[in-house]
Nanobody, 124 residues
């Protein structure tokens, strides 16, 4: 049974930092690219960042470039999202997901398994 469990969300002030973690189980983690998406109230789920199998290629939405960093630890079967200089518009539920295909990183339908999400709230 594949499980993805996000953690690290919370309520912070603008300019603060958070690190999200996504611990996985029930799959061969090193065979999957990983991505982070977010969904704000009343909006569609949107791509945030992705990382390939070995972690040497990363992809970001323009809105988070230079502020967010995705990384992975294959030994721990975990993917991370370091979020710096947070803004109120970053407020959303953040989801991690697996990408077996290793392509179409920003397309949510290309992802296989999803976590339940973790809430991030940024106040001004």
């Amino acid at each position: 049974q594949v499980q993805l469990v996000e953690s690290g969300g919370g309520s912070v002030q603008a300019g603060d930092s958070l690190m999200l973690s996504c611990a996985t189980s029930g799959l061969t983690f090193r065979n999957y690219g990983m991505g982070w998406f977010r969904q704000a109230p009343g909006k569609e789920r949107r791509f945030v960042a992705a990382i390939n199998l070995v972690g040497d290629r990363t992809y970001y939405a323009d809105s988070v470039k230079g502020r967010f960093t995705i990384s992975r630890d294959n030994a721990k079967m975990t993917v991370y999202l370091q979020m710096n200089n947070l803004k109120p518009e970053d407020t959303a539920v953040y989801y991690c997901a697996t990408n077996r295909r290793g392509s179409y990183w920003s397309t949510s339908s290309m992802y296989d398994y999803w976590g339940q999400g973790t809430q991030v709230t940024v106040s001004s």
